[in-house]
């Protein structure tokens, strides 16, 4: 049975920086799809960050590249979202989700769902 489980999410002031983890169990980490999504308020589903850690696939959404960055202990079968320079728009429900087909692309039904984390940035 595969379970994600997503923690980290908080209240902070724009320019400030999160991390988010995501524990994950129940299959091959390293050869697995592992990414974060996010959703806010009357807005649609976003992909913002993926890995592969076995193939070193990492993909980010244009929206946070160069602030948040994606990386993985293979150790502790956790994935980690450093998002640094946030701003309000960065406000969201964050979710990280699993697919057993080790590719990165946001065309890619994700299989998996842990429950979300609230990212509340303030102006």
């Known amino acids: 049975d595969v379970q994600l489980q997503a923690f980290g999410g908080g209240l902070v002031q724009a320019g400030g920086s999160l991390r988010l983890s995501c524990a994950v169990s129940?299959?091959?980490?390293?050869?697995?799809?592992i990414a974060w999504f996010r959703q806010a308020p009357g807005k649609e589903r976003e992909g913002v960050a993926c890995i592969v850690s076995d193939n070193n696939d990492i993909v980010y959404s244009d929206s946070v590249k160069g602030r948040f960055t994606i990386a993985s202990d293979n150790a502790k079968n956790t994935v980690y979202l450093q998002m640094n320079s946030l701003k309000s728009e960065d406000t969201a429900v964050y979710y990280c989700?699993?697919?057993?087909?080790?590719?990165?692309?946001?065309?890619?039904?994700?299989?998996?769902w842990g429950q979300g984390t609230q990212v509340t940035v303030s102006s």
């Open positions: 129940g299959l091959t980490f390293g050869n697995s799809a």
């Open positions: 989700a699993a697919d057993r087909v080790p590719l990165c692309s946001w065309h890619v039904k994700f299989d998996h």
